[in-house]
Every structure is written in C-alpha cells, then in structure tokens.
C-alpha cells in the first residue's frame, strides 16, 4: 500500500488511537503521544498539513517495530 500523501499531523494523531496513543503533552507544534501496549512507547507528531512522506514514513516505521508489525500492516490498520 502506498504512503498516503495528503495526511495531516492532527489526522495521524486520531489515526494512531486506534493502536492505543493517548497525548501527553504539546511543545509549539509537536504532539507528544504514548502508548503502554507491549511496553511504553513514546512518539512525536508535527501538527504539519500536510506531513512531508519521508517524516510519515519514519513515524510509521518506529510504531510498526515496537507492534512487531510490518509497516503495510500498520497502515492497513490505519487507513
């Protein structure tokens, strides 16, 4: 599956619930997301519109390595 081009920061955030991140904090334009499935997990999000491929890209790449997951599961689960 392709990389979604247009998704924003605020879209991948409601997006990355579904695995279980909650938000913890906000410093200017970053949102700092947790996640206490398979372990703790921490995450920033540039709230960005859209979110340039390679920033998408590597911010799913480190959520499907701590699932364990590859990461076209992850973006089946997501999109």
């Not at 909650?22 to 703790?40: A, N």
């Not at 709230?47 to 990461?71: Q, R, V, W, Y």
Request: glycine content about 8%; cysteine-free.
């Amino acid at each position: 599956m392709k990389l979604p081009r247009d998704i924003s920061g605020t879209e991948l955030s409601k997006a990355i619930k579904k695995l279980g991140y909650q938000p913890v904090r906000q410093k200017g334009s970053h949102l700092y997301m947790t996640t206490l499935q398979k372990g703790e997990h921490h995450i920033a999000i540039p709230l960005h519109d859209p979110l340039k491929i390679g920033t998408l890209s590597s911010i799913l790449t480190d959520i499907a390595e701590h699932f364990g997951l590859s990461k076209e599961d992850i973006l089946n689960q997501l999109f």
